[in-house]
């Protein structure tokens, strides 16, 4: 945690120290002198001109950070751990903060790949469907790609939901981040009795036969990948009830707005009211275990940024930063009303917000 603050330190001092005569200068002095309360609510928005510029606002630190790199760091100084940021991408509706209404039976559809807790994710949705006691219905999972389309292409959920590998394409990949060749390193040096060889089994495989496509953007199903081109298509993504959509992605390269083209941004541009992504390669037991507290607490009528404050939270609590990589974009007051779960709220309502607006 302590590297994670000094990483985290010097993001901040790359956007507000580093020219003391600009008035972002003035702007981060200003809130390091009157931090907002926690539970606030931030709005992040980028110009269209920055379509590129792809930031990680959770691990940004705006505190001290500890000499003693064995010395563990003011966890609160974590933007991702004391305020509710919801980011804005261009060329997107910037969404409602009025809550989703469903009119009687909420509609959850379900698209996944190929892992071992794919069987555990279909015992959560099943036993919320159980538990809505008719409020909720779920989708037969959708595994093959030309379903999922056909699915896509006249979508009447209010939760699109997928628990798959997925990849981004970058500009100039090979400059960035961590490549198919590391990858292939990496597995080639587990340990046999590694649990990791079974779970990326598949990928080693693709990487190892050439067919590991890194030049596109795609979802892999457990039969196909979705193409981020094809959904760009005319009538090929159409979400008729403005839903949620969750791209929970595992043991693959990250899902994030990036070129002006994503799987964030069609899906934002084509009607979702918000979409949560992941900015890292993620377990899947830990995107299992993230999924289970997510959904419980969002369909007993949390507002998502809530929602994925407390599970911040709670997991740095087990000593697991990883949710910290769950991004939201759009409004972080997204909740479906009245609630699909019988009981109503399940946490404590938040402070009042104070919400500036960053661009």
Known sequence: MNRLAQLGSKLWNDIFCYDTSSSLHLIGEWLRSNPLPPRSTVQVSVEANASTFVFPWSILYDKDVPHDEGERPDLQGFWGLRYVIEQRIPGAESGSDEPLSV????????????????????????????????????????????????????????IVYFFAHGHTQFPNASQFGFSANDFVKLYDHLPPSSPLRASWEDIYQEIKKGLYDSDASWIKLANGKLLLNNLYGPGKLQLHKHPFVFLNMCESAQVTPTAGQSFIHVFMNRGARGVLGTEC????????????????????????????????????????????????????TTKFQPPPLPGGLTTTPAEVHHPPVLT
């Open 281 to 332: 390669a993620m377990r899947p037991f830990v995107a299992h275990q993230f999924a289970s507290k997510f959904f419980e607490s969002l369909l007993s009528g949390n507002a998502v940024g809530e929602v994925l404050l407390d599970l911040r939270q709670e997991f740095m609590k087990r000593k697991n930063p990883l949710a910290l990589a769950y991004t939201l974009y759009g409004p972080g």
């Open 103 to 158: 009119d009687g039976c909420l509609e959850l559809g379900y698209l996944l790949s190929r892992f071992n807790e794919a069987v555990d994710q279909q015992k959560l949705l099943n036993d919320l469907v159980q538990r809505s006691l008719g409020r909720i219905s779920e989708l037969p999972p959708i595994d093959t790609r030309e379903p999922a389309y056909q699915y896509l292409q006249n979508c009447t959920s209010h």
